[in-house]
């Protein structure tokens, strides 16, 4: 065991491409070291060049199975890839539920690939935060393709796969009713939508569905002047990979070119700041936990005060507390 | 249109149990009009007697079919029934999918049964404070139960199930690989488990996989002294629903004796604190952003500074805005 490397030890070795380097700093984010965020503010100066591409969908969707077959025919080109997995787990075990990712057993002895995946747990804020701080790590570290792959079900899931340049939302054939009402509600964050599960005979009705429900309006021009187009893969005959491939590109460029793509960048860059902050909160109000906290939440189960004033409580004590 | 009602004239209205009173406070709760505040501490003050339970499952559980059932059974004993449903809905459009709950059409006409869909957009903390707030209408308005249906999908939505005195994670056979992965990150938190579907002839396999999981620790005991049931149901039979009312009477015993119940109203306190607290910070957030947050986060955008910095800045502009 021994004494634990300092962060500002790790992070040239992080910026070498040093997985364990990257890995160990991912944890320290994802702990919300305080020790570690001089280096993480490093990794975000110095990071800014990959194309992040968030992919969301349902559960069902054929989500893992996209983002590893995308991922597989992105290192033909020789690009490295980063693959941020936000998973789905209990806000207590703490576990991952997915583990290692047994399903991208192709990609985990590439050297070329790193995967990683962020459990849930700990305040919403943290997840976001500690999501976003690994893309960085990739992103300094010269991966050209990071992916930030989350369950698009849950507010604060989908808002991160949003802190990305380029958003795909992943549809699929054969999903039962109350999975399709839930996907409804993610449509319009595309700036892509892929119908995975093609070779599927039921998948024309999904595209020409999806097709309808963009004509009406949903999920059209979310960038002002960017049609999302909808392709149709199969991971399992390898179909409409390299039109995902040249779609992506064809965002990228956009973003790269257009006003929107400004907006875009500064957009993300409210989130972190949105989300940090939050997360600074959340940590502080945990310390005051053991103090006035107690006896205010106290009052508020007796009914003797109302959460807005245990609410201001709390604030007017962070503000006497000060920083830490 | 003319003058809205002033949310004090709302008040006794809705503690005398007029539907429209009541609904139009909770669309000011979920707009977050802080005119509603005084009266929204009003009914937090006077309730506290509902019994409140939470009930989730991931999409495909029948989760919506049991509370339906559920809410028809009780009805039967004379008891007063509120439903709110915290749906998935897009971060955007504002939109609630489940509408008017089409489901519950045998309920709509029934003058003991309220039921409400809160839309998830805002914040999170938005949604939880809203939510809870509905729950206080209803409890306040002399309503014996309160049912909190929300999707077991994302990490925001399962919390506020978890502000409820009696937690229902309801299961289903037959439903996809991913979908069992997102389950068992829920187990844990029931303090009752229901086997929805038992009609089905692979419902058996479901329960024995449940209790098995059970055995093995996941969930058991999570109260210190309660053993969480299972209870198989089948809302096409009207199987199980008595066993179901006859456990939530149990648990609602535990809650009112043990030392379990009281820790329980403890953290629902505090859990409604740092809700309406991030959700009062979310606000000045929000105007902050037309000052000083603007500039930050352009800095940030173009990485000047760090997410740390640009978040602690907002917080110290916060502090010096003060409280509005």
Known sequence: MGTPVPSDVLLPRALAGDFAAMARLMSR?????????????????????????????????????LVSTLTLKLRASGKRVGIIAVDPSSPYSGGSIMGDRIRMTELVNDPGVFIRSMATRGSQGGMARASLEAVDVLDAAGFEYVIIETVGVGQAEVEIAQAAHTVIVVSAPGLGDDIQAIKAGILEIADIHVVSKCDRSDANRTISDLKTMLMMGMGVDNQGRWNAPVVPTSALNGV??????????????????????????????????????????????????QGRLSAVSEQLAQRHISPYQAAEALLDGINLEGTP
């Open 29 to 65: 984010a994802e702990a919300g070291v305080p020790e570690s965020r001089p280096a993480l503010a490093q990794l975000y100066a110095r990071a800014g060049h990959a194309h992040i591409i968030g992919i969301t969908g349902v559960p069902g969707s054929g989500k893992s199975t």
């Open 240 to 289: 409409g990979f390299e039109d995902l491939i040249t779609q992506i590109g064809r965002h990228g460029a956009f973003m790269n070119d257009a006003a929107a793509g400004r907006a875009r960048i500064r957009h993300i860059a409210e989130f972190r700041m949105l989300k940090t902050a939050e997360d600074l909160l959340h940590q502080r109000f945990l310390r005051a936990r």
